[in-house]
């Protein structure tokens, strides 16, 4: 982005400013030493698309600027769509880190990384857009780079950054810099903020076509997604196989016991 | 799903449950489609350029799952039924879902093939097969229940085992089944049985039906609980977002908008990049010859 267009969306989020909570003091740090601190402050939803005129219009540009359009089709194919976001992340000298989640182990095929015949597929992307300057090692997003093609779990030291041996990086970046990262398929998180300044990152979550991330969840139940003539009378254990695709949608699954009895899997179990 | 099943599903693309059906079960679901046999609709010969394929029309029968009751029952039950249930939650991960269909098949004799579709290349991620760390994951299975017998070389379901791992893409020959050079196969069924098949993962079609009984296959398509293959309504952008979320915004913009969707017509459209850095609609012309370079590839 030119720093026009930095200053407008810093100029967006400063006019409101009201829309911005933030969360629990080291809920996202989660039994992490390294990475507790305060609360982090974020905008979720799809809220930064659809404020007032003119405000929406520089976060509407970023979804499909070229740089973004040029780079997708490669990395997740043409026809990419955007699967939920873009949510504001923001950060006070002292906020929290994320602790690290994502590897290519256990394998989540609607974001895994796959490569054949020399072209790259990628189930989920997300952009990240820096309107702050980000300092390596000062905070911000963090990531194991080789990651997605990892066949084992990441250990927890990894995870909470307390131990990493040093497979955990954080990338500097400079305002209007883009940041494309395997969400889901790569290990990353984020690195407590230690800067004077504010963090301010605005993530787009992109999917390939045919992939589902955390999208689509107000129209997945069974009774929206398909029609009433359909599913109407259907018992629990057939409905749960009719809920539109979606990852955290509320689906329910479905499991056998030694009888050949099916039943809907308690969740808790 | 036992591990000498999976071990044969990994390999080959498919498998067959053998008796899930009793006797009555299978004379109940016949009685019920002689019964809406009026509701039939023949397509078109599903063989395209293929002299092997040759035939008349394959007839369908829609909407068993929206009949009135009791006569859907024996259709629903065969939705989540726990010889379905059990492999699925292997072959593509516990929260799997029915995509589309049932797609029900009531082929008689002389009715057409269906060229072979579908193989490991080009990579297709929403229905492509993969394995890690002991655990295989398909984006899409079909399941085939049968209420009539397949019996050998007499048409119906072929396929061509272990083409899911394959790295070439599928020969002319091959496709048509004019030049086979042997590797299609059909797996012998019988009424009650249930193939199981990595559809589009795998090269699969069908032989002509050269059976004086008709073919009787219902096809309920399933896919991983994040997986897409059909083309759904849901996906415009009008339908699948909050109408304020997309008010105003250009047609780019709205290109990335859609919700998911296999997209094997091209409906949706896709984005490119020109070389003075706009971004614009892909003309449809440009994706053609994008589909036909790689089908020639």
Not at chain 1, 103 to 124: E, F, I, L, M, R
Not at chain 1, 250 to 258: N, R
Not at chain 2, 95 to 111: C, E, Q, Y
Not at chain 2, 122 to 140: D, E, K, S
């Amino acid at each position: 982005m030119t720093q026009k267009e930095v200053d407008a969306a810093n100029n967006a989020i400063d006019t409101h400013t009201d829309r911005i909570k933030s969360g629990e003091a080291n809920r996202l740090s989660r039994g992490s030493k390294s990475l507790q601190g305060l609360g982090r402050p974020s905008m979720g939803g799809t809220q930064l698309m659809n404020i007032e005129k003119p405000h929406c219009d520089i976060f509407r540009r970023m979804l499909v600027h070229p740089a973004i359009v040029r780079r997708l089709r490669v990395m997740c194919g043409p026809g990419f769509r955007l699967d939920h976001g873009p949510q504001f992340i923001g950060g006070v000298k002292g906020t929290s880190g994320h602790r690290l989640h994502g590897s290519g182990a256990p394998h989540k095929p609607n974001v895994g990384y796959h490569h054949q015949s020399g072209d790259p597929y990628v189930g989920g992307v997300t952009v990240s857009w820096q309107l702050t300057e980000v300092i390596e090692g000062r905070g911000g997003f963090a990531c194991v780079p080789g990651s997605h093609k990892s066949d084992f779990n990441p250990p927890e030291g990894v995870t909470t950054c307390d131990d990493h041996r040093g497979a955990v990086i954080q990338p500097g970046a400079q305002p209007g810099d883009v940041v494309f990262f395997m969400d889901g398929a790569q290990t990353h998180g984020t690195f407590p903020w230690l800067n004077d300044h504010e963090r301010r990152s605005i993530l787009y979550k992109f999917a390939s076509r045919t992939a589902v991330r955390g999208g689509g969840r107000t129209v997945a139940s069974p009774d929206i997604f398909w029609d009433d003539d359909v599913v109407d009378d259907m018992d629990d254990e057939q409905l749960a196989v009719m809920w539109g695709p979606g990852s955290g949608v509320g689906a329910p699954s479905l499991e056998v016991d030694d009888t050949g009895t099916v039943s809907i899997k308690n969740r808790s179990a | 799903m036992d591990a000498r099943e999976r071990y044969f599903w990994d390999l080959n693309g498919y498998v067959v449950a053998k008796g899930v059906m009793t006797a009555d079960e299978i004379a109940e679901a016949n009685e019920i489609v002689e019964k809406y046999s009026h509701t039939i609709r023949v397509g078109g010969s599903t063989a395209r350029d293929s002299k092997t394929f040759a035939g008349t029309g394959r007839p369908m029968l829609p909407g068993v799952l929206e009949y009135p009751q009791p006569d859907c029952l024996p259709f629903r039950k065969m939705l989540a039924h726990a010889a379905v249930v059990s492999r699925l939650k292997v072959m593509c991960g516990p929260g799997f879902r029915l995509d589309h269909g049932p797609m029900f098949i009531v082929s008689v004799k002389g009715t057409a093939g269906h060229t072979m579709h579908g193989n490991g290349e080009p990579h297709r991620p929403h229905v492509a097969y993969t394995h890690q760390n002991g655990m295989p994951y398909t984006g899409g299975v079909t399941v085939a229940w049968q209420l009539h017998d397949c019996k050998p070389a007499m048409g119906g379901f072929a396929c061509v085992p272990a083409s899911h791992k394959a790295n070439f893409r599928m020969p002319r020959g091959v496709r048509t089944g004019d030049n086979d050079m042997g590797v299609i196969m059909q797996p012998v069924v019988e009424a009650g049985d249930i193939v199981f098949f990595m559809d589009s993962a795998q090269s699969h079609g069908a032989w002509p039906w050269k059976l004086d009984t008709g073919r009787r296959s219902i096809l309920f398509k399933y896919a991983s609980r994040t997986s897409v293959r059909s083309s759904h309504g849901l996906a415009e952008p009008r339908t699948y977002w909050d109408e304020h979320l997309i008010d105003g915004m250009t047609d780019e913009q709205l290109a990335v908008m859609y919700g998911p969707y296999s997209n094997h017509r091209g409906e949706v459209p896709s984005l490119d990049v020109s070389e003075d850095g706009e971004v614009g609609i892909e003309h449809k012309d440009d994706v053609n010859g994008r589909r036909e370079k790689r089908r020639v590839a």
